[in-house]
């Protein structure tokens, strides 16, 4: 003879979680004392956060890629953020754009 066992359904499932977790937990607090108890479960609490904080991937900060100051004769203005051939420099230094980029950067730091 062979015992037909029922499925439980997802509510009656949850609830027999529901009392498992509290007989646990009161047996943990028999076991251990309601300040131990506490104890415990801000450890575990503590660990899990820190668990998760490693998990969940921190967006790294985008440097601005190196740039070199010269390329193929070309030197790069920081304030306009644009490269500007050797030529052309020392006239882009006097240029109303350019100034005004470099008062922006200075302002903003
Ligand atoms: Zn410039």
């Not at 998760?52 to 004769?73: C, I, L």
Request: proline content about 6%; some cysteine; glycine content about 2%.
């Amino acid at each position: 003879m062979s015992a037909v066992i029922m499925p439980l359904s997802a509510e009656e499932k949850r609830e027999r979680n529901r009392l498992s977790q509290q007989k646990r937990r009161e047996r943990l607090v028999e076991e251990l004392g309601i300040e131990e108890f506490r104890k415990q479960v801000a450890t575990q609490v503590k660990e899990y956060r820190a668990k998760k904080k490693e998990t969940v991937p921190v967006p790294v900060p985008v440097e601005n890629p190196e740039r070199p100051k010269t390329v193929d004769g070309k030197k790069y203005c920081e304030c306009c953020k644009i490269s500007i051939t050797r030529a052309n420099w020392a006239r882009h230094l006097k240029t109303s754009i350019h100034l005004k980029n470099c008062e922006e950067v200075k302002r903003e730091g």
